[in-house]
Antibody, heavy 118, light 106 residues
């Protein structure tokens, strides 16, 4: 069965980066785009960007350019997102999701809760 | 960015029919999708392409609309349908989500 496995939670200090992973199983990793989504109580769900594992090509929401960097490791079927210079507003749950043909997100990871605090 | 507007909350009784609306600030054609999210869980895809039922989702769920006005219908509603429902558009860049409609089953 399709699974996107994410690690549980991160507590990080302001100004530091964080890198989170999304390990995929149950389908051919290079055949589907992976999207990343931020969820907060205040702002709701926000689409951060996507990466196509086959080529490594990426696309970002303008709001997250310079904040998020998406990469993949095809050898381990894992997608990564690094967030730079974290601030309080970056505290959120971050999801990875598999993107279907028409831009829908058909499988989601369980999310990583990132808390930015000194 | 395309803004998706949803009503914040609804309350219905089991067995009733409920419609959840999503209005887009510009046309998204049929690039509209619906998700269900329960507390502490990730969103789950229900409907894609405005009206296509995702595999494994009960036929009680249906979607309709095109352009700027979309509807998710649950008929009949069951107690387990208590959740927040989000719409998402993939027609315009960037993808955007509605703020969610919290459904309470009385």
């Amino acid at each position: 069965q399709v699974q996107l496995q994410q690690c549980g939670a991160e507590l990080v200090k302001p100004g530091t980066p964080v890198k989170m992973s999304c390990k995929v199983s149950g389908y051919t990793f290079t055949s589907y785009v992976i999207s990343w989504i931020k969820q907060t109580t205040g702002q709701g769900l926000e689409w951060i960007g996507y990466i196509y594992p086959e080529s490594g090509s990426t696309g970002y929401n303008e709001k997250f350019k310079g904040k998020a960097t998406l990469t993949v490791d095809k050898s381990s079927n894992t997608a990564f997102m690094q967030l730079s210079s974290l601030a309080a507003g970056d505290s959120a749950v971050y999801y990875c999701a598999r993107e279907g043909a028409y831009g829908y997100l058909d499988y989601w990871g369980q999310g990583v809760m990132v808390t930015v605090s000194s | 960015d395309t803004v998706l507007t949803q009503s914040p909350a609804l309350a219905v009784s089991p067995g009733e029919r409920v419609t959840i609306s999503c209005r887009a600030s510009e046309s998204v054609s049929t690039g509209m999708h619906w998700y269900q999210q329960k507390p502490g869980q990730q969103p789950k895809l229900l409907i894609y392409g405005a009206s296509n039922l995702e595999s494994g989702v009960p036929a009680r769920f249906s979607g309709s609309g095109s352009g700027t006005d979309f509807t998710l219908t649950i008929d009949p509603v069951e107690a387990d349908d208590t959740a927040t429902y989000f719409c998402q558009q993939s027609w315009n860049d960037p993808f955007t989500f509605g703020s969610g409609t919290k459904l309470e089953i009385k």
